[in-house]
């Protein structure tokens, strides 16, 4: 117990240094550009894969789950879209941009501080905690948004492909399905949440890289730690934020 | 002159610097010598302010270092460079970057002048056509030399090295301590250096401490370093056995 709350202590105390004033606020910028590329461009790949298969995936399920025929055809539209605006887009994505962007976060930090870079930089005067995070943070909270409309947008049209390929919907009952009672505030929603699991995976994972001891076993450790912890809290915050947000 | 006194440290219950107190000579090069786990790292480490200490003081000239805040260590770590055991140079930058980084940070030069200060400090450790390469595309002495460029960018008024010898051939070894020592001359710096090769304390130590368990044994210079009485160092000073029989000889 002890153990556990030095460790949330720190995790405040690494924030505090995290955000304190940048030396120099155009050397940031051009680290937050690099960092839109490396964690959020580079991400689009897979979010978009991902969600095609899962679109398709759930659009099928629903279709086996309603074969009833008093339920109307275009609910499989409705339904796929409720479940990757509310939950696919943001808390299915956030997991697993936990295990890429999070285990190269832990990982790349990790090994700055075990080669001694932020050692470095601590001797130049410069504040290693807010030059090397802050940017990956800003790129983050800002990129991450742009995933999931992705995420949403391709989702559905893995749907969309799935259900009118395999024959279990019609085109025109899908496009009805997913415009009917639609309630955009499902989307504000699903985007609150990906700021908020944004954050969790950048601070957390660059918290595990951060204070790493020791060599590549440790900071192997560390990426597994930053991915688990990431996806505990992002589904501890997923319970806490739809009470919240949808209650 | 930097000087500490009465240093402590532990790590886990274990005493790694034991009240220790010291003092280096400005604007010149003074080693550290001692056997592996001696405490010599901890001890640059916690001069330069990257490890806090259990109790004592550090001084740099009138100021006591380790009583100030980040922002008020700020202003003195400008004035130092620092050369680390594995040359810790940025591996996402390219050597031109590397050695430009502190001017990007604390300077307002412009292009121009940030690019003729980096061709100037690559040139002084004789890196020609690398400006480009990354890290991971150099030798470990190219490394050491592209590191000590890095330190010396933003003229340091203290130059500190951790091992600056450690997985480099005797004759490479040679030249990074030369280089050391004419870049200690032409900038004034007082220069600490970690290091248990004798070639280095032979070549370069104008002033050379001995610390054996977190304690300082002996003080001297290189002149003295033979002759001395002092038995833990002898045993460190004539290890090998070439040194050895030429001590026999010599007796």
């Not at chain 1, 259900?163 to 504000?188: D, W």
């Not at chain 2, 460079?81 to 502190?102: C, I, K, W």
Request: aromatic share 10%.
């Amino acid at each position: 117990m002890v153990k556990f709350l030095t460790q949330v202590g720190l995790y405040f105390l690494f924030l505090k240094k995290v955000f304190s004033k940048p030396e120099k606020p155009r050397i940031y910028y051009k680290q937050t550009m690099r960092e839109f590329v490396y964690l959020g461009l580079t991400s689009v790949g897979i979010i978009a894969i991902i969600s095609f298969f899962m679109g398709s995936a759930i659009t099928l399920q629903t279709a086996y789950n309603t074969e009833n025929p008093i339920y109307p055809k275009y609910l499989i539209g409705l339904g796929c879209r409720d479940s990757i605006i509310l939950e696919f887009s943001s808390t299915v994505a956030a997991l697993i941009l936990a295990g890429k962007v999070g285990s190269n976060i832990a990982s790349e930090i990790g090994t700055m501080r075990v080669t001694e870079q932020i050692d470095a930089l601590e001797i130049m005067g410069v504040n290693s905690a807010s030059y090397l995070i802050l940017p990956k943070l800003i790129a983050t909270l800002l990129f991450n948004p742009i995933l999931t409309l992705i995420a949403i947008i391709v989702g559905i049209c893995g749907g969309w492909v799935a259900g009118t390929l395999s024959g279990v919907i019609t085109s025109e009952n899908f496009i009805y399905g997913i415009q009917y009672a639609f309630i955009p505030y499902y989307i504000t929603y699903s985007l609150i949440k990906t700021v908020f699991f944004a954050f969790i995976i950048t601070s957390v994972s660059a918290f595990q890289g951060y204070y790493v001891e020791g060599g590549s076993i440790e900071v192997g450790r560390a990426s597994t730690k930053a991915v688990v912890y990431s996806s505990v809290l992002i589904l501890l915050f997923n319970v806490i934020l739809t009470q919240l947000l949808l209650s | 002159m930097i000087s500490v006194k009465n240093l402590n440290k532990s790590f886990n219950g274990h005493r790694v610097l034991n009240d220790i107190s010291l003092s280096f000579e400005s604007g010149k090069t003074n080693l550290v010598i001692g056997r592996s786990g001696s405490g010599k790292t901890v001890l640059l480490k916690s001069i330069v302010g990257l490890l806090e200490v259990d109790s004592g003081e550090i001084w740099y000239e009138d100021t006591l270092f380790n009583k100030l805040d980040f922002a008020e260590k700020k202003e003195i770590r400008t004035e130092m460079g620092m050369l680390f055991q594995g040359s810790a140079l940025f591996d996402s930058l390219t050597v031109e970057q590397n050695v430009r980084f502190p001017l990007d940070m604390f300077t307002d030069k412009t292009p121009v002048e940030k690019n003729e200060r980096v061709n100037f400090c690559l040139n002084r450790v004789n890196i020609i056509n690398a400006n480009k390469l990354f890290p991971s595309e150099l030798s470990g002495g190219m490394k050491k030399r592209v590191a000590i460029a890095r330190a010396i960018s933003l003229n340091p008024k203290y130059l500190f090295c951790d091992e600056p010898n450690s997985g480099l051939d005797p004759i490479t070894a040679i030249l990074i301590d030369a280089l050391i020592k004419e870049l200690t001359e032409e900038y004034s710096m007082t220069t600490i250096i970690n290091t248990h090769d004798m070639n280095s304390v032979m070549e370069i130590g104008e002033k050379i401490i001995f610390i054996s368990d977190g304690m300082k044994c002996w003080e001297g210079n290189k002149n003295e370093i033979l002759n001395s009485d002092c038995e833990i160092l002898n045993d460190f000073v004539f290890a090998n056995s070439l040194a050895k029989k030429l001590r026999l000889t010599d007796k």
